[in-house]
């Protein structure tokens, strides 16, 4: 009898140990958001900036994949279309300013900086190219896994 109410006491010891250490652990950790793209430039922080719509590749020169995105965007450049990268080892502050915490992140945004389209991680020139013909001309293009709105 004597060692089925020790048990017992042994048992509660236990259960008010864990319950005690679940309430000074507290509350899980809040889930993060998911990395983000800017909804909107200033066309004069880039100085490249012409035409109609404004291509911004940011980088870092450390990121292996970054050049391989950079690359396919540079193929997009024309009359109408600028194209920037901007690496975080040398503008810093642009990074921090739009809040780029993947790199690399390509974004496609009107001649006001609009943000219509927006690429984070390794991007294929085919999404690329996607991407600014159906911001260019909606319907042109129709949607990629991709390639994600900031409409």
């Known amino acids: 009898m004597f060692q089925l109410l020790l048990a017992c006491v042994i048992a509660a010891v236990i259960i008010a140990v864990v319950r ?12 993060q958001p998911s990395w983000q793209f800017p ?19 940011f980088t870092s020169s450390t990121c292996s994949t970054c050049a391989d995105v950079v690359a396919k965007a540079e193929v997009l450049a024309s009359s109408v ?8 080892l040398e503008h810093a ?12 992140t ?3 945004a009107d001649e006001n900086g609009v943000v219509k389209r927006g690429f984070i991680g390794p991007v294929t020139a085919t999404d690329l190219w996607a991407g600014l013909a159906e911001v260019r001309e909606p319907g042109s293009a129709g949607t990629s896994d991709g390639c994600l709105s900031a409409d």
């Not at 279309?81 to 975080?88: F, I, N």
């Open 93 to 104: 502050d642009l990074h921090q300013r739009y809040e780029i915490d993947a790199v690399p």
């Open 81 to 88: 279309v600028s194209v920037t990268t901007v690496d975080y």
């Open 39 to 57: 909804a909107q430039l200033d066309p004069t922080d880039f100085a490249s900036s012409r035409g109609q719509w404004l291509v911004v590749v």
């Open 20 to 31: 005690w250490q679940q309430n000074q652990r507290g509350a899980d950790a809040p889930t």
């Open 106 to 108: 390509a974004v496609i």
